[in-house]
């Protein structure tokens, strides 16, 4: 058994690496941080590989699935993305570029190579990392809110294409409210209420995958927020949504 998670340098991805190790499966970790990674790498307990990406660049996302499409993966975790607070006018046009090309092109292309072989086999396990971001417009995050809904719903429709093929093959979307992770610090953030902590969330998301759960919430306070703006209109959700986002901008010192 063997497991692929990008984006494994910290937080969840390095939560989802440890967690599947625990449950008897070989491990492959990419991100560009190769010293966090060998770090990691100490702490897992069985085979692990280590692949240095930048999945902002196309021919790493394929330089990456070339080094591993012979290593019979069965369960590939899209968790690589990252955001930016602010007004979308004062983002770098490199952070727009870099921003759509992790948390949307490198996912996509990803999941398509490896689907590919998940149906010749027919079996499989693809869990996207979205956030419960995806279900709404994020003025002062507006591209980062744009890129979750993307994962959102193209999981989602995967996920019945697989069934209409009658496959054995699952998609899973994971969207997670705050946590604690390093996401904060380069979207230059701070969240108002606590974060949940990374290993509670990624033992909770494991558990719904295998179960074959679709779109998975792990906290009780973001499937009540998620209830809740299906019966509001997204001119006062945007409105909430922007007045939370100004309240968390990290004012540079």
């Not at 490199?94 to 921003?99: A, R, S, Y």
């Not at 989602?156 to 996401?183: H, Q």
């Not at 998620?226 to 004012?251: C, D, E, N, Y």
């Amino acid at each position: 058994m063997k497991a692929l998670i990008t984006g494994a340098s910290s937080g969840l991805g390095e939560q989802f690496a440890l967690k599947l190790s625990d449950m008897g499966y070989d491990i492959i970790i990419t991100a560009r941080r190769e010293d966090k990674l060998e770090q990691l790498a100490k702490k897992i307990k069985t085979n692990v590989m280590v692949i240095k990406a930048d999945l902002s660049k196309e021919e790493e996302v394929i330089s990456l699935y070339n080094q591993v499409k012979d290593q019979n993966i069965d369960i590939l975790i899209n968790n690589a993305g990252f955001g930016m607070c602010g007004y979308f006018d004062s983002y770098p046009d490199t952070t727009d570029k870099e921003m759509i090309n992790v948390n949307i092109t490198a996912l996509c292309l990803l999941t398509k190579l490896f689907y590919r072989d998940f149906l010749k086999k027919d079996k499989g396990y693809i869990l996207n990392v979205a956030s419960v971001a995806g279900f709404m417009p994020g003025p002062l995050m507006a591209q980062y809110y744009a890129t979750k809904a993307y994962v959102l719903n193209f999981t989602r429709a995967l996920y019945k294409e697989a069934k209409m093929k009658k496959s054995n093959v699952y998609f899973s979307v994971l969207c997670p409210g705050p946590v604690d992770t390093e996401f904060n610090k380069r979207a230059k953030v701070k969240f108002a209420l606590p974060g949940a902590k990374s290993d509670r969330v990624v033992k909770y998301a494991l558990t719904k995958m295998f179960k074959r759960k679709l779109t998975i919430l792990p906290q009780t306070r973001i499937k009540l927020a998620v209830l809740g703006m299906s019966f509001m209109p997204s001119k006062v959700i945007m409105a909430v949504t922007s007045r939370v986002q100004k309240s968390k901008i990290v004012k540079d010192s």
